[in-house]
Every structure is written in C-alpha cells, then in structure tokens.
C-alpha cells in the first residue's frame, strides 16, 4: 500500500466532482472572517486563488516577488486558453477535452482530475468575460475560436498573441476588487523562504522583503503555493528571469513530496540561441502552427548554401523542401503536440539539416498561408485572384491581423522580416509538468499546504497541450481549491489567529538567516550567474530533448560537483539589509542546484519514454516514444537530507475511462 | 561604449551620475543583456552592480523601466527597454540610463522605482464587481460588436510599465489610467459601473499626485503598446458625463 491517498472519490469518472463537492465540509460565512489563507505567487492560479478566497471572506495574505501582482509570468502565454463549449460545434465536448488531455500526456496523469479540469473549463470562460476579458470575437459578435497542437477540434479562446496578459489582468482586477476591500493584503517584493509547520500542519511562511531585507513571519491555516514552474534549472528558458523553485522546493523540504520533477516541457517553436550573452529565450505562440508550415531542404548542398548566405530560403523550391511532420505525421502535420514536434527538429538538425550557423534552427514558413488568404480575400472582395502582388498584399494584412504582435517581437529579436522570409525557429525549455504532489484536493502531503497551477503535478501527465496551462491555472484557482480547502478549514473555526512567536516559527526564521548569511559572508570569486550557466548547460545537454543512462548518471554527479563548489566559491556583493538581486538570485540557484540532481534521478529512474521525458534506449523503430505498462505510475520523492537519498513512492495510475494505447499521431 | 548611470542607493540617498566603459557588445544583445555584461563586470571587481528592474524580458510584463537617453524605453517605438537590441547603436556611443522621473515614482534604488501607486489607482476601480462564483451567463449570452471587443483589447493591452508618465513633462497617468476606464466603458458588462469607476479612479490618480494632461501626446509615442490618445479623451467624457450624474 502506497503511502500516497490521492483521496479520488467513489462513483462514476463524470459524477465524481459534483458528489464531492455535495460531501465535503463547509465553512459558514460568519467562520470564514476568522480564519487567515497564505497565498504565495499571484499568477492566474494564485491571483485567481486569492480573489476567490478574499470574495468567499477568509482572509487572505498574498505574496509575490515581484513589484505588482499583474507582472507575474502567467502575462508571457501567448496562443490561448482551452474550453470544452462547443461553440463551434466541431464534436467537441468535455469528454473529448478529457480524452485528448489524458492522451496528450501520454497517459501518465491522473484521469479525475483531469476530468474535473474539463469539466469547469467551460465555467472559466463564462467568468472571464463578465470580468471584462476581452476575447477575440468574429463579426457577428460571438466568440472566434482556434485550433491548437494534438487536437481535432478548435476549442482555444484567444486574445490575439496575448491572452495570458488578458487573463492575469482579469485575475488582478478581481484581486485589486478585493485588496481594495481590505480582504487581501497584498505583499509586493516578498519572497518566501521557509514553510513553517507546527503539529504537523502548514501554519504559516517566513518571508524576506527584497526591498529592505527584512526577514518577516507571516502565520495563517493554510499556506498555498501558487508558484509556478522550475524551467529556469535550465538557465536558458522562455520562463522570466525571476522565475524560480524556491518556494516548493522548500515545501518538498519540509515535508511535501516532489512529483515526476524530469517531466519538462520542451516548446518546439522559439526563436533559436544566438550568442553566449543570451539570458532567455522567445517563444512563438504554437498559434503559429495553424498556419505556418515547418521545413528544412531536402539535400545538403542546399543546407550549406544557406549556411554560408549564397542561398536564400525562399530560393528553394518546393520538391527540394521536406515538410518532415506533413511528411511523419499526415493526420495532424504540422499541429502535432510539442512533445513531437520539438523531437523531429532535433531529429532533423542533428541529421544536420539546421538552417543557421549553428545548426539548431528549422523553418516555419507562412507563404502558403499568405497565398491561401490572400486569394480568399480576392475573392471575397471581387478582386483578380491572378494578380500575384495583389494576393500577396491581401495575405499579409490577414497573417498581420491575426498574428501582427508575434511576427513585430521576432523581426525586434532577429532583424529579419518574417513576412518576407521564413521564421527560424528551434526547441526551448518552456513549462515543467512535474511539481509538487498533490491530492484530488490540491493538497500537498503536508496537510494545509496546497500546490495549484504549474507548481503542482496534477494535470498533463508526460506532456501539457498547448493552451491548457491557462486552463489549469484558473481552473484550480477559480473552481477547484475554493471548494476543496474549505474541507480541510472546516476544521480549524475554532483555532484562533496563529502566533508567531512559537518554536517552530522561531526555529524557521533562523535557518532562512544561517543560509543568507552563508552567502553573503562566502567571499569567493565567482558570480551567481556562473554557476547558474553551468548548471543549465549540464541540465540542458544531459537532461533535456534526449536523454540516457550514461549522461543522467553523469548529469547527477556534475550537478552534485558542482553544487559543492557554489557553496565553496560563489561570491555575493553587498549586503543582506538592502535590495540585493545577486542575494535573492543566490538562494534561487542553490535551490535549482538541488533540484537538478533530484531532477536527473528521476529521469534515469523512469526506464522509458514518455511525453517530453524521452530516453533514447526506449524508442520504436520509426523514433516515438515507447511507454512501458510497467511505469504507469506517479513518481514522488520524498526530501531526506539531499537529493541523492530522496525516497521514491508511487502512485499507480489507473485508466478506467480511457484506453492506454500507443499515442499515434500519423 | 561609454555608459552614463544614474546611481542612488536608496530613496533618501540624493543619487548621481557615474560613468561606466563597456566593450564586448554584440549587436544581438539586448540592452538588458548588455547591462547584465556590465554587472558582470563590475561584480568581477568586487563592486556593486546596478540594479534595475526586468523580468519576462519578452516585452510583455512591464518591469522594466529605463530612461535611455533622454527617452522612456529608448530610441525605438513601440518597445519596451528589454526587446531594445545594440544594434541601435554605434561603436563609441555614450549612452545616459535613468530611472523613470516621477514625483509619484519615488526610487528604490538606482534604476528601480516603486509603481505601486498605479496599483493603488486600480484597486480604486479598475475592475467589474462580478465574484468568481462560476454561476455568470453563457459567454456567448451578450454578443459584442467585434469593433468595440478590438478596440477594449486595444485599450487593455497595457502593461502599466509607467512610460507614459515618465515621458510626460506634467508627470501625467492619465494615458494608463485612460486605458483601464476605456476598456471596461467598451464592454456592455463593464458599463453598469462606470460612473464609479472614472471618478474613483481619478481620485486616486489625483491623490497619488499625478499631473494633469496638457495634451503633449508624449506618452502615446513613448507607449511601448502604442495606447492612443483617444483613450484620454474617452475618459475625459467618462468623466464629465459621470460628474454631471453626481
């Protein structure tokens, strides 16, 4: 018997959440004044927690790190948010959002949560266009929808290329609604650095303020993270710079387990490294993929051509070009999931078709989407279909209407026209599937620690599909731990405000002042970002589209290396009583100098592929990846000292409702 | 290169310019990446590096917040400081960074200002009063003319990165605030309160010591998401015809 109870109801995959939520405890509105809620992270799901939370009437404390709640990274997500309404009435239905999230992850999530997810996304768009979300809309006035990868339906709600900034808006004025009201108190420029639990609960966190340095106790009933993912173990990522691990990973020490940390989302269509001095990557919204084709040449001569500049891309003609996922993958071409995708640019780069200097970018290319709208609109307008510069300028205004911000942000980056030339575009760290683990109520295995949106592991298995981070996000923030949480603070109307002047607090507080001070006070030579890049460079050669045996036992030694030598050599200018990026930086690298090597022990622990883990010895013939009936389980490690002597447990993974079969895209 | 950096420790520190070479610039750097070689440097030599704000670093979460010779974000429209590249520059060129300057933005340290009075401006009314209970009408129950969803979209997508008041010689927030009043008047569902909303939120404006608009049209060409003016005039009538109701 697992020492995992993911506390699934009884009954049938459909009627589970609507029974529970009939069964669990409430809280009257008169108790929910008397009780305090952390929220730390104000992204859609912890933004959308808070707001909630504060309008139920618990009083909420939240914290982020940086200068205001609307700039958490949730602000990046471009493409859209998925939702099973049917408005288009293409077959979607909850069912098949519920089918194609199970299937998509490759069948490594858990199946009730994944239906309730779909079950309330069609809730999540209600809600945020009466908050004044300001959805694309077609002419008629009605909602417009669009298609995304690993799916046959169009389900996506988009707000042009930036729908995630739409959504967190709509999260922060629902926040904002509710600070005004003075039931969320809003701590800007915090950061947390300790869970403090008495009695075996979470009662509350100690955080730093980046400001003035200050070191503050902060109690409450329940504390939840809401802090999104931990790509930025890469150092190179499309994640912001901010973006870090710390707060779970010091929830997984003390006491939550980490679950399936290898699982990572490698996004197929950003814009390729270009130098040394790069800090992150850009993504380019799968939206794209709707009307973008990916290629690179058929032959050689003509790769090199490209590489020296005496051949333009658009020089080569159609038969010399091999559209390799129309050419792999014929039923879903160029919209397969990001899984495949990013794994056949690889494929086709290290074959040694790259089609820039270093050999790691592929084409996507937009001519045939002009010349297919341009000639509609010719049509549409009475206009001649022939007149090829007609056509092309008809096509271009309808690219420019639909994807103008993506394509302006890539010619600002790479100083190439995308309208004129094919995009360049290559694989890169985008979204971390594994997180802290969780129950069906989004409760961690510390009682009274939640973990919602990125930061949990809950929802997509080996593999996210394109715009249902959004989903999750709101999803559990709005509909899901509203509710739950209210079962376990059912319990606690009678407990009174939490001091903080206890032991534990006191005991809390100390370590996170031991461990700046070890920083501060270390006097060694090398910066913080030295050790970072170092750590992305192992983390992205040994752990990353690839993987095997040999390089992730390797990966795990280097990591631990060079772990020892941060502590030994790293050096941190000023002090700890004033704003001090290089210190607060410091801490986040120490926690992704951990979490690398726990990160690297899972996937060499997974012995298959699956998703965006992929391990070279476990491949079919034709290259996919080949799951193993034996690794259907959750993995979740339990903290002992140091990421080598982590404890594994599982959680079986059942599919009742779905057949497992192999993931076909062809 | 030679760089020009206004320094200040902290908001009582009074603060001064300091002078910085700086050579190993790509041209596909960024001006943030460049910056980072800089603190690179300078922590190399055991000195303070510059501390300034950034984030995302896609031009798309507002942190970021430089005056770059003499202009909000730098020479280029319609960007923010971090999707800036050096190659907009020369060899040899000085380059004056500084903080946004606004009596309403007071400095946290050298680079680094504190926005949380635009916060402040939209707990004041920035928001439809509708709780997350999951009980709203279908989505599709109002249809919205498309023109009016893509002109709220428009008016919505800033970034309250704060340009607009620092290229602003009255120091004005009237194009951000502007902005939010607008996108809400647009939709059916954020008409029932809009007489609130304007006065309240100009309240606040007012209260955090923001200037008044003169009508300069500074901070449309400085607005990384090129917010137009007519958001101001939008609300001007918001406002009047909201005071006139009382």
């Known amino acids: 018997m697992s020492v ?86 293409d077959g979607d239905s909850t069912y098949r959002l519920f089918y194609d999230t199970v299937k998509g992850g490759d069948y490594r999530s858990r199946e009730e949560n994944v239906y309730r997810l779909a079950e309330v996304s069609t809730n999540i768009i209600d809600q945020c266009v009466a908050q004044g979300v300001p959805f694309a809309r077609e002419y008629g006035g009605l909602l417009d929808n669009r298609s995304f990868g690993g799916v046959l339906v169009s389900r996506t709600f988009y707000a042009k290329g930036q729908t995630g900034q739409q959504l967190l808006l709509g999260a922060y004025a629902a926040m904002n609604r509710q600070i005004g009201r003075g039931k969320i108190k809003m701590f800007t420029r915090h950061e947390m650095l300790d869970v403090v639990v008495i009695d075996g609960k979470a009662r509350g966190i100690i955080a730093r303020n980046l400001v003035t340095g200050e070191i503050e106790r902060h109690s409450a009933h329940a504390v ?77 001569k003509d790769v090199d051509a490209i590489r020296e500049g005496s051949l333009k ?24 999931p990001r899984d495949v995708a990013s794994r056949a640019a690889k494929e086709r780069c290290d074959a040694g078709y790259g089609v820039n200097k270093t050999g790691e970018a592929v084409y996507l290319d937009f001519a045939a989407a002009i010349e297919r709208y341009g000639k509609e609109q010719a049509y549409v307008k009475g206009l001649d279909g022939e007149d090829k510069a007609l056509v092309d300028k008809l096509g271009k205004e309808v690219i420019e209407k639909k994807y103008g911000n993506l394509f302006q942000m890539y010619e600002k980056i790479v100083d190439q026209n995308p309208y004129e030339t094919p995009m360049m575009i290559y694989p890169a760290v985008h979204y971390t599937m594994g997180g802290l683990w969780v129950d069906y109520n989004l409760m961690t295995t510390v009682p009274g620690l939640y973990a919602i949106g990125e930061a949990n592991f809950s929802d997509h298995g080996a593999n996210r599909l394109g715009a249902s981070a959004l989903m999750q996000g709101l999803a559990d923030g709005y509909f899901v731990l509203p509710y739950t949480i209210g079962d376990y603070l059912a319990h606690d109307i009678r407990t009174g405000p939490i001091p903080t002047d206890t032991k534990e607090f006191d005991a809390a507080e100390a370590n996170v002042r031991d461990n ?35 390089d992730l036992k390797e990966a795990i030694s280097e990591i631990a290396e060079l772990r020892e030598q ?92 779905i057949e497992v079969k192999e993931r076909s895209y062809k | 290169m030679k760089l020009k950096i206004w320094r200040q420790k902290n908001e009582e520190d009074k603060g001064r310019m300091v002078d910085y070479d700086i050579s190993d610039v790509s041209p596909d750097m960024s001006f943030l990446e460049m910056l980072d070689v800089l603190n690179q440097d300078l922590i190399d030599k055991g000195e303070e590096p510059v501390a300034f704000d950034h ?56 680079l680094i200002v504190d926005r949380s009075s635009f916060d402040r401006i939209q707990q004041a009314g920035g928001f439809i009063s509708v709780n997350t209970s999951g009980n709203t009408q279908d989505a599709n129950a109002i249809p919205i003319e498309k023109e009016n969803a893509d002109n709220a979209f428009d008016a ?70 090129g917010i137009s003016l007519e958001y101001i005039a939008r609300m001007n009538r918001e406002y009047l015809s909201a005071s006139l109701k009382g």
């Open chain 1, 224 to 300: 939840v993270l809401g802090t999104g993912g931990y790509g930025n173990a890469f150092y190179l990522s499309t994640y912001a710079m901010g973006s870090n691990v710390t707060a779970a990973w010091k929830a997984h020490k003390r006491g939550a387990f980490f679950a399936n940390p290898c699982y990572t989302q490698i996004h197929p269509t950003c814009i390729p490294v270009s130098g040394d001095h790069q800090s992150k990557l850009t993504l380019m919204s799968e939206s794209l993929r709707n009307d973008g084709r990916i290629w690179v040449p058929k032959h050689k």
């Open chain 1, 516 to 550: 700046i001070d070890k920083l501060i006070n270390n006097q060694g030579s090398k910066s913080v970002d030295y050790f970072h890049k170092k750590l992305g460079k192992i983390m992205w050669n040994k752990c990353g589209m690839a993987r095997n045996e040999k």
């Open chain 1, 313 to 336: 891309p658009t020089e080569i003609a159609e038969e010399d070009r091999d559209y390799y996922l129309e050419r792999r993958y014929p039923a879903f071409g160029n919209l397969v």
């Open chain 1, 566 to 657: 941060f502590y030994k050599d790293v050096f941190v200018p000023g002090t700890e009583n004033e704003y001090n990026e290089e210190l607060a930086k410091a801490g986040r690298v120490a926690d992704f100098l951990e979490l690398g090597e726990l990160f690297a022990k899972d996937a060499l622990e997974r012995e298959e592929s699956a998703g965006g883990h992929f391990r070279e010895e476990y491949q079919t013939e034709g290259g996919e990846a080949l799951r193993r009936p034996e690794y259907q389980y959750v993995s979740a490690w339990e903290y002992k000292g140091k990421p080598s002597e982590a404890v594994h447990h599982k959680e079986e993974l059942n599919y009742e409702n």
């Open chain 2, 55 to 110: 984030d995302c670093r896609e031009g798309i979460c507002g942190t970021c917040s430089l005056y770059i010779n003499g202009r909000a974000h730098g020479p280029q429209r319609k960007i923010t400081a971090c999707q800036l590249h050096m190659r907009s520059f020369k060899d040899g060129d000085t380059i004056y960074i500084e903080p946004w300057r606004a009596k309403s933005f007071p400095v946290v340290k050298d």
């Open chain 2, 156 to 225: 919505a997508t800033c970034i309250g990165c704060g340009a607009c008041v620092a290229a602003c010689k009255n120091s004005s927030a009237m194009l951000f605030v502007g902005a939010k009043v607008s996108q809400f008047s647009l939709l059916p569902q954020g008409r029932v309160e809009a007489t609130d909303r304007v006065l309240n939120m100009v309240k606040q404006m007012d209260e955090e010591g923001f200037g008044n608009c003169t009508n300069t049209g500074a901070c449309e060409i400085e607005c990384p998401k």
């Open chain 1, 4 to 89: 995992l109870d993911s506390k699934i109801p009884e009954g049938p995959l459909a009627e589970k959440w609507t029974k529970h939520k009939n069964e669990i405890n409430l809280v009257n509105p008169a108790n929910k004044r008397l009780i305090d809620v952390i929220i730390v992270g104000t992204g859609l799901a912890g933004g959308s927690a808070a707001a909630t939370l504060a309008e139920l009437g618990y009083n909420v404390k939240a914290f982020c790190f940086q200068d205001s709640p609307r700039r958490a990274h949730s602000i990046a997500a471009q493409g859209g948010i998925n939702a099973a309404k049917n408005y288009q009435g």
